[in-house]
């Protein structure tokens, strides 16, 4: 295992180590390479049967069963005490840009039915300002009758490029969420105000939602580069707070 590799597992461990409730009744995991880890770490707790595990789409639900726990529907257990989630950036107000993975909606959705959000992922994925390391574009999951008139009307907004993702060598055409849409990346270069520009983007008919997670994040454990864990912590209230305290062990 590389340090890189190896920061990412302990980032993971600690996050659950320190967070998870000793009697939460139901958790959200999330997907992405350092979430395998917190699969991983749960599925190691003496009292792993006591709890319902929900996931945010296919990989998580992977994870779940591939670590003897529990799956659940968030039809069924819609009040979750504690998620887990990667994200492809984290700015320092803990904004996040998430999608990359194409499970969007279903991540939001867990993440806004969790009383806390513990996002795990490697250093990578820190910037001073959203836009500024991740080049590929906010994701936003969209109605496939509606991603033409979406698209010009995310350039109108001032959207550099928008794409289409597309399946790549394993499928002819655009990528298809869990739910049935598809997934625009639209590069808004460096964004100043990820709140503002989401709740421009949901007014968009036919937009699903985003990939831009404001003001729900509670803490984000990185793995570094040296081997070490940094925390960057915040208040969720609205928004996150500008008040963010860096620890590293």
Request: proline share 4%; glycine share 10%; hydrophobic share 40%.
């Amino acid at each position: 295992m590389s340090q890189v590799e190896a920061a990412k597992k302990l980032a993971a461990y600690r996050a659950v180590d320190e967070n998870l409730p000793p009697n939460a009744k139901v958790v959200g995991i999330g997907s992405g390479s350092t979430v395998v880890y917190v699969a991983e770490r749960i599925g190691q707790l003496p009292n792993k049967d006591d709890f319902i595990c929900i996931s945010t789409g296919f990989q998580s639900k992977q994870l779940i069963i591939a670590n003897g726990l529990r799956l659940g529907q968030i039809e069924q257990h819609p009040d979750i005490d504690i998620a887990f989630d990667g994200a492809d950036e984290v700015d320092p107000q803990l904004n996040l840009i998430k999608g990359g993975g194409a499970c969007l909606f279903q991540e939001k959705l867990v993440a806004s039915a969790s009383k806390k959000l513990i996002i795990v992922a490697d250093f990578r994925k820190q910037s001073k300002h959203l836009g500024e390391h991740w080049h590929q574009g906010v994701p936003i999951e969209v109605v496939p009758i509606a991603f033409t008139k979406v698209i010009n009307e995310l350039k109108k907004m001032g959207a550099k490029n928008v794409d289409l993702r597309q399946g790549g060598k394993a499928k002819a055409g655009p990528v298809i969420t869990d739910n049935n849409n598809f997934l625009l990346d639209a590069d808004f270069g460096i964004i100043e105000n990820p709140r503002e520009l989401h709740l421009k983007l949901k007014e968009l008919v036919g937009v699903v939602d985003t990939g831009l997670f404001t003001g729900i994040t509670e803490k984000v454990y990185f793995g570094e580069e040296t081997g070490e864990v940094t925390t960057w912590k915040g208040e969720v209230i609205g928004t996150a707070s500008e008040e963010v305290i860096e620890e590293s062990k």
